[in-house]
């Protein structure tokens, strides 16, 4: 194949849109810059949320690359779940890896990008093909929280994190300790795409006194709460992505918006406070724009105390009570974000530039 039709393929995880976050922007800046690449997505992310992510079109070649975690919403986990398909998934671990394998072979493909499927990283040792991983977490720490380090499940997860050719790992991230060799990035995200004003314009926000506050929980569905409670907080007015909980009773002051018209990040930078569960997505998006942050504890997921953390130390932040959020009572815990004295720190470097740079030289571009 000549090099200048080297094909790549991605792995990605459809457990939620953080993984997609991390990766969407690299696979973008190689369909502007490279175009005579032939980069392949290998995961079951809505063909939307592909396709509203990049400059064009891409092959996707749609399939369960991991199992993740079952989520019953943006919060609570669905451990039963997660442990039958993980099972079932595992149990044909072999046979995977092995189509996998011979799938990569006939792809040509160059090098395999995972985040963070392990079947990704497996096959493609398998079949003798350079490998990297992108990613803040792995599902090996995640498993541990309730599997066996001897569990065959866990063995298999191991081995192929661990035979990982490298590991770009980016800010917010887990420890990643079962990476034996890893190299730190910096932080990949969206910036907004438009000017304050004009997105002020398109809300119809024009004049308004009210703070405003962005509600969203990622890919998963929002955790139940009582929105006409906030018809209480009348100094705050809340926009929500058209796909959020159920509007019967909406009040005057929350307001559905199509992220497809206005993208997230041109909301994220207009909004005093973003009300979110703690994600790399919404983190990275909230750190480019400067946006406090007025987060629901996900204590259930291993992931959540690492960001919990970051956050306390280097965000302008406020946890909210579950209970609170429930409720409808966010008042309180929303001015309490808005006037944390904390600054993020600087934003140093490009990650999805520098991972760029280290596909193209495996490549040979």
């Not at 809505?46 to 749609?62: M, W, Y």
């Not at 953390?309 to 009572?329: C, T, V």
Request: proline share 9%; aromatic share 8%; hydrophobic share 45%.
């Amino acid at each position: 194949m000549n090099r200048s039709t080297a094909s790549i393929v991605f792995y990605v995880s459809a457990h939620g849109l953080g993984h997609w976050a991390q990766v969407a922007p690299v696979m973008a800046r190689l369909m502007r810059g490279h175009p005579n690449l032939r980069l392949i997505l290998r995961s079951k992310l809505p063909a939307h949320e592909v396709r509203d992510r990049l400059p064009g079109p891409i092959e996707q070649r749609a399939g369960t690359v991991d199992i993740g975690v079952v989520q019953r919403d943006a919060i609570s986990e669905d451990m039963q779940a997660t442990l039958a398909a993980l099972k079932a998934f595992h149990d044909t671990w072999e046979q995977r890896v092995h189509n996998e394998a011979a799938w990569l072979s006939r792809m040509q493909a160059r090098l395999v990008i995972s985040n963070i499927s392990p079947l990704g990283l497996a096959a493609a040792q398998r079949a003798g093909i350079p490998n990297l991983a992108l990613a803040s977490l792995n599902w090996h720490e995640i498993y541990a929280s309730f599997l066996s380090p001897a569990d065959p499940i866990m063995e298999q997860i191991r081995l192929a994190y661990a035979q990982c050719d490298l590991l770009l790992k980016l800010p917010l991230s887990m420890p990643m300790s079962v990476f034996p060799r890893h190299q730190a990035i910096g932080l990949i995200g969206r910036s907004p795409a438009r000017p304050l004003d004009e997105t002020r314009k398109r809300l119809g926000l024009v004049g308004t006194e009210r703070h405003l506050a962005l509600v969203m929980f990622g890919g998963s569905k929002a955790p139940p709460f009582a929105m006409s409670s906030l018809a209480a907080i009348g100094n705050w007015a809340f926009i929500m992505p058209s796909d959020g909980p159920a509007s019967r009773d909406k009040p005057d002051n929350v307001h559905f918006i199509d992220t497809r018209r206005i993208p997230l990040p041109d909301l994220m930078a207009l909004a005093d406070v973003v009300v979110c569960k703690p994600g790399y997505g919404t983190l990275a998006e909230a750190w480019l724009t400067r946006t406090p942050v007025c987060y629901v504890p996900r204590p259930g997921f291993p992931e959540y105390p690492f960001l919990r953390e970051w956050l306390q130390r280097h965000a302008p932040s406020q946890e909210m009570p579950l209970e609170a959020f429930r409720l409808g009572n966010w008042s309180e815990h929303l001015e309490r974000a808005k006037t944390n004295p904390r600054k993020y720190p600087p934003i140093e470097t490009d990650g999805a530039c520098e991972a760029e740079k280290m596909i193209l030289r495996l490549v040979s571009v």
